[in-house]
């Protein structure tokens, strides 16, 4: 059974960084890995996304430039590094992982068969 736990969530200035983790156990060798977040009142939207047995890396607009996600693949430890983060960034950051190839941004959450539970991030 895949299971995926955060944990990085806080309360964070703006201009200021964050790492959040994402520790996988069970996960196959490869697959794609994700972050999402949910504000409050909004719906569940991808920041970014990567394929473990690849180097590219994927993120929504709003966060390039701003945002790292990485994979320690000894490890099986997702990462997203927030950096310049903004009050616009507060949201529940989940980590989402599916056992398939993904050459791009996966945005549809119901494309996503494993979640955690998430972690809280405040920019204020």
């Known amino acids: 059974q895949v299971q995926l736990v955060e944990s990085g969530g806080g309360l964070v200035q703006p201009g200021g960084s964050l790492r959040l983790s994402c520790a996988a156990s069970?996960?196959?060798?490869?697959?794609?890995m994700g972050w999402f977040r949910q504000a409050p009142g909004k719906e569940r939207e991808v920041v970014a996304n990567?394929?473990?047995?690849?180097?590219?890396?994927y993120y929504t607009d709003s966060v390039k430039g701003r945002f790292t996600i990485s994979h320690d693949n000894e490890k099986d430890v997702l990462y997203l590094q927030m950096n310049t983060v903004k009050p616009e960034d507060t949201g529940i950051y989940y980590c989402?992982?599916?056992?398939?190839?993904?050459?791009?941004?996966?945005?549809?959450?119901?494309?996503?068969?494993?979640w955690g539970q998430g972690t809280q991030v405040t920019v204020s």
């Open positions: 069970a996960f196959p060798t490869s697959g794609c």
């Open positions: 989402a992982a599916e056992v398939s190839f993904c050459g791009g941004l996966w945005p549809n959450p119901g494309m996503w068969t494993y």
């Open positions: 990567l394929f473990t047995g690849g180097r590219a890396t």
